[in-house]
């Protein structure tokens, strides 16, 4: 079953600031939908909207990056969650047809369908490249059967944008306007780098760019020296100069669906413009203060509020504010369940000695665990013997007649 999550404020009622939206049908703005390779797990999935957010400039916990309000950005930062019981065919058939086909075909005008298609932007880490390929093959066949030509579709699909990090998918032949971007180090994405190769991203970490342009330009490979960390926070360290060409592209991806709303004709993109986007962030490298500055001061996400340095410190102590609040609630849960387990096993052995033992020992037993208020006087009952005392002189009585005969 297909599950689709946004991002939004924290709040008291909502300290993850994550909220699942039941009627993805319903969804009428742009886009940037984060694809996890561990989409059965919460915190992987609601991690990557995080750092899909990041990459955009708006403000997390994490970091104040633009400082965009979230709520405000006329956009959504959305997940993709399956059940355990779905398997990777399942998952971009559940995802072309319960939500990607239906937004994009809410009219079927070809001019609409491109500026629909424009809204659509996914920003994938490794395998889950893999989901975005096998959904535009399936949309492919769709609009096909829709009665568009094989030019109107690739035409559509080019103002689909996808941003993967850390793939060694092959993306060779999609339609979507891509960037892929690597760590020439990372050897989960590539077997084996020669001296001369690494010798030569020294230069590659100032130009940065390796471009795999397709005959229509619209696929780019974009490749720097880093650590080999396979981790996708790597990629948005602020020692790398990897974050600032990685947030210009997709913010200014994310700010052409937004500015797409209120016009009539489509501002299109291509990969000439990708490519621009990301020369203007290489080159000699200034410091990624400086480049970052320049993303932010250039974007508005339509007019998009941004919060202040000093309201961001104050969210993020609110944010563990909130941290230590479901903590809190999680343990008076936790405690809450206990004492409710002991009481039922209190229980059970109270009945379990009022079944086996006499009316004296019964009172006796719990009167001194104190689990019981016997109606009689407790001096009375603890001045009373016990069944093993009975017993004892019982079994001494039975003795003594056994030795007089």
Same mark, same amino acid.
């Given at each position: 079953?297909?599950?689709?999550?946004?991002?939004?404020?924290?709040?008291?009622? #909502? +300290?993850?600031?994550?909220?699942?939206?039941?009627?993805?049908?319903?969804?009428?703005? +742009?886009?940037?939908?984060?694809?996890?390779?561990?989409?059965?797990?919460?915190?992987?999935?609601?991690?990557?909207?995080?750092?899909? &957010?990041? &990459?955009?400039?708006?403000?997390?916990?994490?970091?104040?990056?633009?400082?965009?309000?979230?709520?405000?950005?006329?956009?959504?930062?959305?997940?993709? !969650?399956?059940?355990? #019981?779905?398997?990777?065919?399942?998952?971009?058939?559940?995802?072309?047809?319960?939500?990607?086909? +239906?937004?994009?075909?809410?009219?079927?005008?070809?001019?609409?369908?491109?500026?629909?298609?424009?809204?659509?932007?996914?920003?994938?880490?490794?395998?889950?490249?893999?989901?975005?390929?096998?959904?535009? !093959?399936?949309?492919?066949?769709?609009?096909?059967?829709?009665?568009?030509?094989?030019?109107?579709?690739?035409?559509?699909?080019?103002?689909?944008?996808?941003?993967?990090? &850390?793939?060694?998918?092959?993306?060779?032949?999609?339609?979507?306007?891509?960037?892929?971007?690597?760590?020439? #180090?990372?050897?989960?994405?590539?077997?084996?780098?020669?001296?001369?190769?690494?010798?030569?991203?020294? =230069?590659?970490?100032?130009?940065?760019?390796?471009?795999?342009?397709?005959?229509?330009?619209?696929?780019?490979?974009?490749?720097?020296?880093?650590?080999?960390?396979?981790?996708?926070?790597?990629?948005?360290?602020?020692?790398?100069?990897?974050?600032?060409?990685?947030?210009?592209?997709?913010?200014?991806?994310?700010?052409?669906?937004?500015?797409?709303?209120?016009?009539?004709?489509?501002? +299109?993109?291509?990969?000439?413009?990708?490519?621009?986007?990301?020369?203007?962030?290489?080159?000699?490298?200034?410091?990624?203060?400086?480049?970052?500055?320049?993303?932010?001061?250039?974007?508005?996400?339509?007019?998009?509020?941004?919060?202040?340095?000093?309201?961001?410190?104050?969210?993020?102590?609110?944010?563990?504010?909130?941290? =230590?609040?479901?903590?809190?609630?999680?343990?008076?849960?936790?405690?809450?369940?206990?004492?409710?387990?002991?009481?039922?096993?209190?229980?059970?052995?109270?009945?379990?000695?009022?079944?086996?033992?006499?009316?004296?020992?019964?009172? =006796?037993?719990?009167? =001194? #665990?104190?689990?019981?208020?016997?109606?009689?006087?407790?001096?009375?009952?603890?001045?009373?013997?016990?069944?093993?005392?009975?017993?004892?002189?019982?079994?001494?009585?039975?003795?003594?007649?056994?030795?007089?005969?």
């Amino acid at each position: 079953m297909l599950q689709i999550y946004r991002k939004c404020e924290k709040s008291l009622d #909502n +300290p993850y600031g994550i909220m699942e939206i039941e009627h993805p049908e319903d969804i009428d703005k +742009p886009f940037l939908l984060c694809i996890s390779s561990q989409d059965l797990i919460d915190k992987s999935v609601f991690g990557l909207i995080k750092e899909g &957010a990041r &990459a955009a400039r708006v403000r997390t916990s994490d970091e104040y990056a633009g400082g965009f309000k979230i709520e405000d950005v006329p956009a959504y930062f959305l997940g993709v !969650k399956y059940k355990m #019981n779905n398997i990777k065919d399942h998952k971009s058939g559940s995802l072309l047809n319960d939500f990607i086909y +239906p937004f994009l075909t809410k009219t079927k005008d070809f001019k609409e369908i491109q500026k629909r298609a424009r809204m659509m932007n996914f920003f994938t880490y490794c395998n889950a490249t893999n989901v975005y390929v096998e959904l535009e !093959k399936g949309l492919k066949e769709k609009l096909n059967k829709d009665g568009f030509s094989e030019k109107e579709i690739d035409e559509i699909l080019s103002q689909v944008s996808l941003i993967s990090i &850390a793939s060694e998918v092959d993306v060779s032949k999609l339609s979507a306007t891509t960037v892929l971007f690597k760590d020439a #180090n990372d050897r989960e994405v590539y077997d084996f780098i020669s001296k001369t190769a690494l010798k030569k991203m020294e =230069q590659i970490a100032r130009d940065a760019i390796i471009g795999n342009l397709k005959s229509n330009g619209n696929v780019l490979t974009y490749v720097y020296n880093g650590t080999g960390d396979h981790e996708l926070k790597e990629y948005l360290k602020d020692v790398n100069i990897v974050k600032s060409s990685l947030c210009a592209v997709v913010s200014k991806l994310l700010d052409n669906s937004i500015k797409n709303m209120d016009e009539e004709e489509l501002i +299109p993109i291509d990969g000439k413009e990708v490519l621009k986007t990301l020369i203007r962030y290489n080159g000699e490298f200034q410091g990624t203060d400086i480049y970052l500055k320049r993303i932010d001061d250039e974007i508005d996400y339509k007019g998009c509020k941004k919060y202040t340095k000093s309201e961001h410190d104050l969210l993020c102590k609110l944010d563990q504010a909130y941290k =230590q609040q479901l903590k809190t609630k999680q343990q008076l849960e936790n405690e809450t369940k206990q004492n409710q387990d002991l009481k039922e096993k209190v229980n059970l052995l109270i009945t379990g000695v009022k079944e086996k033992c006499s009316d004296v020992a019964f009172e =006796q037993i719990v009167t =001194q #665990n104190h689990m019981w208020n016997p109606s009689k006087d407790s001096a009375s009952l603890l001045a009373m013997k016990t069944d093993r005392e009975i017993r004892e002189e019982y079994e001494k009585l039975i003795e003594e007649n056994q030795m007089i005969r």
